[in-house]
């Protein structure tokens, strides 16, 4: 006769199978890589926001305009530092591995929440890190929208590691020279070894895709999807004009609306015949690689006023491009005020190449790519 | 056992956190999908603990027969091997890639993770030779 499987007998099984293996198991291990995941889960998360609220700026705060390299800083530490996590997250969860085969599955109904905040904070952990690789890969398998589905699930995620670092505080602690926990055992080799060995993972990760926003170790970036320098005109594109479905238009004028004291239309003779300026500013971009170029148009601010506008207006800047979710994006006073912000016709010596944005595009410091609007067909200026 | 005053605004604040995602997920319901994204949060889970665990552990169960001198520098090289592997294999399939923007995934990743890897095995493999010959020296100099 067939007998039943017994549950408590089968998941104690698998469980000491899964901890048959030593090395790296041991809870200063697990301490020790909780505390790297902390730090670089708040890192992932501040970046992450600064990224969502420079593109999404609540009514009472706008962004400075310098420092120039900010949000090209920010940005690739999210997606650089989110990459080196991948090799410290799963070092983590090999090292706890065998918790999850735990009989009795629940002890008490403290236990089950501890143990039911585990699914949020392990899957959706699991979830960033992969939903994110994907994204910087162009490779989109899933049924949501990757920014909203990520941005949402950082909160989920970053709750749930709150409450388990709350939980495991006093271990985290015993980390600390003179605060040996009871379970302080000597670091031995093996220990040192197999934390070595995680940095180690995450050290390579860094440096093969680092020089995709960090240009001097450009040489290096051998896995990054982005290469600084390649490109039409040495710079990479995101959006072609063909994708953008825009094509040059020998009758093209810029024109400028709104809350402004004379309403202007611009050709782009008229354009060049303004005073022309240059800047060297990088395109950041919210996957996280960037490179610099150098621009050369004329300042925004020089068009706002010689149309008139008062000083705390704000400026919706409109594409030809007919659709798309970034098809238009807002200026706030510190960005247009800025002398490096351009409206730019030149990049690295020669007129936009259609791909960036020919005749016109937006170029200004410390602003996600995505808002560098490019094919400008109108600025609309109105109320602060 | 106490709950401390700490833990608790800890306990609120992650509560908190997670009240405002989840909300969040579902007021955003058209874009956030929340059955398709809670399928990809499970199924992440259970990728990992029940296919990429389980390999990685039948590897260290393999490696585990190895003599202790191979045996860590092995493992050190597969760990590196795999994490580098894990990150560039999307870029190594190229899904991605769109006609008509050739800056977009525009270098050879599969040679490229091909060189990557020969190093780490070309480390792994000058780690080893050296421990063997440490090892050597060190039985031949132990008095009989
Ligand atoms: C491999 C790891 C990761 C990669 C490659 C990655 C990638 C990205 C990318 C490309 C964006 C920009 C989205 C856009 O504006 O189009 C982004 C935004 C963001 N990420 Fe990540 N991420 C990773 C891990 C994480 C983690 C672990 C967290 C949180 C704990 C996180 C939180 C955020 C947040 C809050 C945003 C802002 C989303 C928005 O603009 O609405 N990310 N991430």
Known sequence: ?384 | MRVGRGRLIAYGLGAALIGVGGAGLLRDAAETDPVGWLVWVAGAALVHDLLVVPAVLGVALLTGRLPTSYRRPVRVSLVLAASVSAVALPMVLGLGRRAGDPSRLPQAYGVHLAVVLALIGLAGAVATAFRAIRAGRGRSRRPR
């Open chain 1, 1 to 384: 006769m067939l007998r039943r499987p017994d549950p408590a007998r089968l998941i104690t099984a698998i469980g000491r199978f899964a901890s048959r293996e030593r090395d790296g198991r041991d809870e200063r291990t697990a301490a020790w890589l909780g505390a790297a995941l902390g730090v670089s889960f708040t890192v992932a998360f501040v970046t992450g926001l600064i990224s969502h609220f420079m593109q999404h700026p609540p009514g009472w705060a706008v962004w400075p305009s310098r420092p120039v390299g900010l949000y090209r800083l920010t940005q690739g530490a999210h997606v650089i530092g989110g990459l080196a996590t991948i090799p410290l997250l799963l070092a983590k969860l090999w090292t706890v591995y065998p918790r999850l085969w735990q009989w009795p599955p629940v002890r008490s109904a403290g236990h089950a929440l501890e143990r039911a905040l585990v699914f949020p904070l392990v899957g959706g952990a699991l979830f960033q890190l992969v939903t994110g690789l994907f994204n910087i890969a162009y490779f989109y398998p899933f049924p949501f929208f990757f920014t909203t589905a990520h941005y949402w699930t950082a909160y989920i995620v970053y709750g749930a590691l709150v409450v388990h670092v709350a939980n495991e505080w006093a271990k985290v602690r015993g980390l600390r020279p003179g605060h040996g926990s009871a379970d302080a055992r000597p670091t031995g080799p093996s220990r040192r070894g197999f934390l070595a060995t995680v940095a180690g993972a995450c050290g390579l990760v860094g440096l093969t895709t680092v020089g995709e926003t960090f240009t001097p170790l450009g040489g290096l970036a051998l896995l990054s999807p982005r290469r600084p320098g390649v490109g039409p005109q040495r710079l990479p594109v995101n959006k072609t004009a063909a994708a953008a479905g825009v094509r040059p238009d020998p009758a093209w004028r810029l024109a400028v609306t709104g809350d402004v004291a004379r309403e202007l239309s611009l050709s782009l003779a008229d354009l060049r015949a303004m005073p022309q300026h240059a800047a060297r500013l990088p395109i950041a971009c919210v996957e996280g690689w960037s490179a610099a170029g150098t621009w050369a148009g004329v300042r925004l601010r020089d068009v706002l006023h010689a149309a008139g506008v008062h000083a705390g207006a704000r400026v919706r800047v409109e594409s030809l491009e007919a659709g798309g979710r970034y098809r238009a994006s807002e200026v706030d006073p510190p960005h247009w005020r800025d002398e490096l912000t351009l409206l730019a016709l030149d990049l690295n010596g020669e007129p936009l190449s259609p791909d960036h944005g020919y005749p016109c595009r937006l170029i200004a410091p410390d602003r996600p790519g995505v808002l560098q609007t490019k094919w400008i067909a109108r600025l609309v200026v109105h109320g602060s």
